[in-house]
């Protein structure tokens, strides 16, 4: 039978001879950002033509988005990150009225909001509207 001559010095050993593993390998945790020292790193930072990148600076919470054109003439963006709290105490808004004070406003309303019509004794007799 045929054997690798250099399979101990590589450290493997004929597939015969291999165990049976059956176990799954654990995963691993891969990261995609790509950090960067500051704008000089993302500068830096290599890229192909009609391409568009995030980079996160290691130092600071900015992040740099680096896009390149059809020649691969780079141009980049920064932002800044800030963390946003979420505000556990509601603040209640004083922009409301009373039920009170609602009733009032409409009392006062219906009472002075009427129009009175005041017709003259010569509209009432010259009202033609009747006469069909």
Known sequence: MFQNPYASLLGQTPYYNQPMNNQPFPQQITQNLIRVNGIEGAKAYQMSANSTVALFDTNEDIMY????????????RTFSFTEVREDTTATQNTDYISRQEFEDFKKELMNNGKQSI??????????????N
């Open 118 to 131: 005041s017709r003259t004794k010569s509209n009432l007799t010259t009202d033609k509207s009747t006469d």
């Open 65 to 76: 988005v680096k896009t390149t054109d059809g020649a691969g003439f780079p141009s980049i």
